[in-house]
């Protein structure tokens, strides 16, 4: 089983940046698509952004078209969100997650991924 740890969240002005990092452990994350995703309390888990296997595909909600871009470095094993203009309406959990599957195509939905991290708190302040 797959392990995924993320970090980089924390608080931040309207307007700033941050950068998340998901570290995934074992020899085959290279084989899967990755995704983040949000949560508030409340609220059910959403999708945020997707990159496939190869890295050559993303997908963004609209939300945050135009401010996030999700990347990844297989070498390192690491999938990263780089987060600009942020606003107070993207405060919440971020979770990364694995796509369920050797070279699945990239999902909007939850019940895709097989592996989720333990999250990571960001906070914007207005």
């Known amino acids: 089983q797959v392990q995924l740890v993320e970090s980089g969240g924390g608080l931040v002005q309207a307007g700033g940046s941050l950068r998340l990092s998901c570290a995934a452990s074992g020899r085959t994350f290279s084989s899967y698509s990755m995704g983040w995703f949000r949560q508030t309390p409340g609220k059910e888990r959403e999708f945020v952004a997707a990159?496939?296997?190869?890295?050559?595909?993303?997908y963004y909600a609209d939300s945050v078209k135009g401010r996030f871009t999700i990347s990844r470095d297989n070498a390192k094993n690491t999938v990263y969100l780089q987060m600009n203009s942020l606003k107070p309406e993207d405060t919440a959990v971020y979770y990364c997650?694995?796509?369920?599957?050797?070279?699945?195509?990239?999902?909007?939905?939850?019940?895709?991924?097989?592996?989720w991290g333990q999250g990571t708190q960001v906070t914007v302040s207005s």
């Open positions: 997650a694995r796509r369920a599957g050797f070279y699945s195509d990239s999902s909007y939905y939850t019940r895709e991924y097989d592996s």
């Open positions: 990159i496939s296997w190869s890295g050559g595909n993303t």
